[in-house]
Nanobody, 114 residues
Framework: VQLQASGGGLVQAGGSLSLSCAVS????????IGWYRQAPGKQRELVAK???????NYAEFVKGRFTISRDIAKNTLTLRMDSLKPEDTAVYYC?????????WGRGTQVTVSS
């Protein structure tokens, strides 16, 4: 599985951004696919993920602000981020998990200014 993330950038607090992850192959067949982030000096953490049945799972700190979705026809994963906060600043990574392997794309930087 190859993952290509895009859509990061600089935004003011309260603003919105959308991240996209293009997936090689069928996104429908991936057991779990989602977004993680890593801020400077911190461990990588789960932001949101979606399983093969389409059920999403969100970290508490993004509930009500971020929305994860997948487009099966386009093999694309999207993270819509609203009401962004400075603490959301991080490198965001697309991840695909299968029972036989864990796959990561290159990160995309999201910077939220106060």
């Amino acid at each position: 599985v190859q993952l290509q993330a895009s859509g990061g950038g600089l935004v003011q607090a309260g603003g919105s951004l959308s991240l996209s992850c293009a997936v090689s192959g069928s996104i429908f067949s991936i057991a779990e696919i989602g977004w993680y982030r890593q801020a400077p000096g911190k461990q990588r953490e789960l932001v949101a993920k979606i399983n093969s049945r389409g059920s999403p799972n969100y970290a508490e700190f993004v509930k009500g602000r971020f929305t994860i979705s997948r487009d099966i026809a386009k093999n694309t994963l999207t993270l819509r981020m609203d009401s962004l906060k400075p603490e959301d600043t991080a490198v965001y990574y697309c991840n695909a998990w299968q029972t036989w392997g864990d796959y990561w794309g290159r990160g995309t930087q999201v910077t939220v200014s106060s």
